[in-house]
C-alpha cells in the first residue's frame, strides 16, 4: 500500500530541484486549485520577479458528456502576461491520466505560441493515458492508487500544504 | 414537485423560465457565468466545451440582439449554430412547429434556443422532446410571447450583482410597461427567488397587470415617488409592436410622466445604477442623457449576457451526465 506522503517535505524537494532552474522560464502558471497554490508558493519564494498565472481546466476537459459542468466552482482562468514566445513552467498538484495537462496546454495556446511548455509536479501516481510526462517531480508513487481514489493537495488557513485522499464520483477521467 | 425544466434529479434540463427556478440552480448559472465572462475578454475568446454540438436558433419573432448573443455565445463555446429565420421557412408553407422540430432532430439537433410570439411554445417543445423519449435535446427560451424571458432575467440579476453584491439590502424599481412584458416577469420571478430587498413596480395603471403585491411589490404610478432611494432602476422598453387599443394617450405624455430624466433619477441613491433590457426607445422611456451616462449599465448587459448564456449552455450540455 501507499503511504500518503507528507506535502510540505515534498514541497520542499520540488522547490529545491526548481531552485537552480527557475531562470529556465519567464512564468509560472498553477492548474487551480492545487497547482495554482503550489506555482503562487514557489513564484513567492524562489522568483518573485516572475509572472504568475493560474488555469482552470473546466473548459478544456473531455468529458463534459459524461461529467457534466457545475459540481464545483468554475474559477476564471488568470494569464496576466503574454504567452506569446514565452518559456512557461506549468505546475500541478498530482499527475494522473494526464488529461488535465493536455486540457491546460491547450487552454496556454489559445493566449499564444509558447516558445516551451514544461511540468512540475509534487506527486506522479502513474497510470498515464496520454504521453505526457513531468521534468520536475517530488515523488512518483511506487504503486497505484485504487481506481476511485483521488488524491489531492489541500492548504490550510497558515498556507501549509496537506495531501489528501478522497473517493472520486463515478465516472472519473481525471 | 415536478417540473418541466428540471430532470429527475432536480438539475436543469431546459431554461423555459424563472418562475419556480429553485435558487440553487439560478445561483449556480450566475457563478458560472463569471469565468465565462473572462473567457470573452481573451485574444482567442473561445473554449472548446461544446465542440462538434448543434444548437438551432428557432426565431419565429424577430429580435437581431437576442438572437446574435445567443449565436456568439454557441460560438464562443465552439458549437455549431444554425440560424432558422423561420418566417422565410417551411412554417410560412403550413409545416407546424412540432413538424419543424421533428426534422430537426432527425439532422440530430443538440440544442434548441427558441423565440416565439406565443407563451408557451417552448414548454411545447420540451414536452414534445419528453414524448419522443428526446431527452438529450435540450430548450432555451429566448422570449415567448408575454411570459418569460428567463436569460434575459438571469442576465439582469448578473449585472446587480457585479455592482451591487447582495440582494437583500437593495431597493430595486422595475419601471413601464409591465403588462406586455416578458423581461418584467422573468426579472420580478429572479428577485423575489433570490430574496431582493424592497422591489418595487412603477408603471401607468394601464400598462401594470393587476395583483403584483402578491409578489411582494409595491406598486407605484408616479415615477418620482417610485424612485425615491432607489438602487437600481430596470427600465422597460415600450412595446409599441404589442400595444392593442389605447392603453397611453400619447408617447409625449408617458415620456413626460414615466421616462427616466437626469433629474428623475436624481431621485434615486447617488450611487443608483440604471439598466435597460434593450433595444431602446431614445426620448420615450429613457432619455439619452440618463442612457448614455454615467450611472447607465445598458452595455455592460450586453456583455454579461453572452457570459450568462454560455453558462446556460454549457449547464444544459453537460447535464447528460449521470449523477
Known amino acids: ?90 505546475v500541478d498538484d498530482v499527475l494522473y491520466t494526464g488529461r488535465t495537462v493536455r486540457a491546460a496546454i491547450n487552454e496556454l495556446f489559445d493566449y499564444g505560441r509558447p516558445a516551451r511548455v514544461e511540468l512540475a509536479v509534487l506527486v506522479d501516481r502513474g497510470e498515464r493515458e496520454l504521453p505526457i510526462c513531468a521534468r520536475y517531480v517530488a515523488h512518483t508513487l511506487p504503486q497505484p492508487l485504487p481506481a476511485g481514489e483521488r488524491l489531492e493537495l489541500a492548504r490550510d488557513e497558515a498556507g501549509l500544504f496537506t495531501l489528501r485522499t478522497l473517493r472520486d464520483e463515478p465516472p472519473t477521467t481525471r | 414537485m415536478s417540473h418541466p425544466q428540471l430532470d429527475e434529479h432536480g438539475r436543469l434540463q431546459h431554461l423555459l423560465s424563472l418562475d419556480g427556478l429553485p435558487r440553487e440552480v439560478l445561483l449556480q448559472i450566475l457563478d458560472m457565468a463569471e469565468p465565462f465572462l473572462e473567457v470573452t475578454e481573451r485574444e482567442v475568446k473561445k473554449v472548446p ?137 422573468s426579472e420580478i420571478a429572479a428577485l423575489t427567488t433570490l430574496g431582493v430587498g424592497e422591489l418595487r413596480v412603477i408603471g401607468p395603471k394601464t400598462l401594470l397587470p393587476v395583483g403584483l403585491e402578491q409578489f411582494g411589490a409595491r406598486v407605484f404610478h408616479d415615477l418620482r415617488q417610485g424612485l425615491r432611494d432607489v438602487d437600481v432602476v430596470m427600465m422597460l422598453r415600450l412595446q409599441n409592436e404589442r400595444m392593442k387599443g389605447a392603453l397611453l394617450p400619447s408617447k409625449e405624455e408617458y415620456h413626460q410622466r414615466f421616462g427616466l430624466t437626469p433629474e428623475k433619477l436624481a431621485l434615486a441613491k447617488p450611487d443608483a445604477i440604471v439598466m435597460h433590457p434593450g433595444p431602446l426607445n431614445r426620448g420615450i422611456e429613457i432619455d439619452s442623457a440618463v442612457a448614455d451616462g454615467p450611472r447607465s449599465v445598458i452595455l455592460p448587459q450586453v456583455t454579461f449576457g453572452i457570459a450568462v448564456r454560455m453558462a446556460v449552455m454549457s449547464l444544459l450540455a453537460g447535464q447528460g451526465a449521470q449523477a
Request: hydrophobic share 40%; net charge positive; with cysteine.
Open chain 1, 1 to 90: 500500500m501507499n503511504p500518503i506522503p507528507e506535502a510540505e517535505g515534498l514541497y520542499s524537494t520540488l522547490r529545491k530541484r526548481l531552485a537552480a532552474d527557475i531562470d529556465r522560464f519567464d512564468a509560472l502558471v498553477g492548474i487551480h486549485s492545487g497547482g495554482a497554490w503550489l506555482a503562487e508558493r514557489l513564484q513567492r519564494e524562489l522568483a518573485p520577479s516572475k509572472a504568475l498565472g493560474s488555469i482552470d481546466v473546466s473548459f478544456y476537459r473531455d468529458d463534459l458528456a459524461q461529467r457534466g459542468l457545475g459540481r464545483s466552482r468554475v474559477r476564471a482562468s488568470h494569464i496576466p502576461f503574454p504567452v506569446q514566445d514565452a518559456r512557461i513552467l506549468l
Open chain 2, 49 to 185: 466545451l461544446l465542440r462538434g454540438k448543434s444548437v438551432f436558433n428557432l426565431f419565429f419573432e424577430n429580435s437581431t440582439r437576442t438572437r446574435t448573443t445567443f449565436e456568439i455565445a454557441a460560438k464562443r463555446l465552439s458549437a455549431d449554430v444554425i440560424n432558422l429565420n423561420v418566417s422565410t421557412s417551411s412554417t410560412t408553407k403550413g409545416e407546424s412547429l412540432l413538424d419543424t422540430i421533428d426534422n430537426l432532430c432527425a439532422m440530430n439537433a443538440d440544442m434548441f434556443v427558441v423565440r416565439h410570439a406565443s407563451s408557451g411554445a417552448p414548454f411545447l417543445i420540451a414536452r414534445h422532446l419528453r414524448e419522443r423519449g428526446l431527452e438529450h435535446v435540450h430548450v432555451v427560451n429566448a422570449g415567448d410571447g408575454r411570459y418569460a424571458h428567463p436569460t434575459q432575467g438571469l442576465l439582469d440579476m448578473y449585472t446587480i450583482r457585479h455592482y451591487k453584491k447582495d440582494f437583500s439590502g437593495l431597493t430595486v424599481a422595475i419601471v413601464g410597461d409591465v403588462l406586455h412584458s416578458r423581461v418584467a416577469r
